[in-house]
């Protein structure tokens, strides 16, 4: 996600389900707090929320 792929690259890379990659960035927004928005900005939210916690 850090790296702007989409879901389904990252499924393809993780050899998963896209489910299962919607399923875990959707807990990821959970817990950094970053509710469904209309912005559509909330991976980068959460990259920067990674980035300033390390």
Same mark, same amino acid.
């Given at each position: 996600m850090a790296e702007g792929h989409d879901n389904a #690259?990252?499924?393809? #890379?993780? *050899? *998963? #389900?896209?489910?299962? *990659?919607?399923?875990?960035i959707g807990n990821v927004f959970l817990k950094l707090g970053l509710p469904p928005s209309d912005s559509g900005h909330r991976r980068v939210l959460a990259v920067l929320a990674y980035l300033n916690n390390r």
């Open positions: #690259t990252i499924a393809r #890379t993780l *050899v *998963v #389900t896209e489910r299962a *990659v919607h399923k875990h």
